[in-house]
């Protein structure tokens, strides 16, 4: 079955830049729609943004501008890059598949002061 797998995370100062990645295998599976999310310690998983089959992107207010999600359809790989990075971006981020309950492991970000 399909499976998605998060890489690209670290740690960061503020103001700095990383770019997460999203892999999703087998190959033979399309990506369609995708979903990033960050979960900060003691607080509720959140959504980050979306890009649709197409390309069409939303994000949530507080990466909105910072932050660009794109994909290649080649390479069945959805990526997060993440400008302009602020302490309160720390989270573990997980990227899902659609609105399945295909979620990847987790990479940790961490934004310094």
């Known amino acids: 079955q399909v499976q998605v797998a998060e890489s690209g995370g670290g740690l960061v100062q503020a103001g700095g830049s990383l770019r997460l990645s999203c892999a999703v295998s087998p190959r033979s599976f399309s990506i369609n729609a995708m979903g990033w999310y960050r979960q900060a310690p003691g607080k509720e998983r959140e959504l980050v943004g979306t890009i649709s089959k197409v390309g069409t992107t939303n994000y949530a207010d507080s990466v909105k501008g910072r932050f660009t999600i794109s994909r290649d359809n080649a390479k069945n790989t959805v990526y997060l890059q993440m400008n302009s990075l602020k302490p309160e971006d720390t989270a573990v981020y997980y990227c899902?598949?659609?609105?399945?309950?295909?979620w990847g492991q987790g990479t940790q970000v961490t934004v310094s002061s």
């Open positions: 899902r598949y659609g609105i399945s309950d295909i």
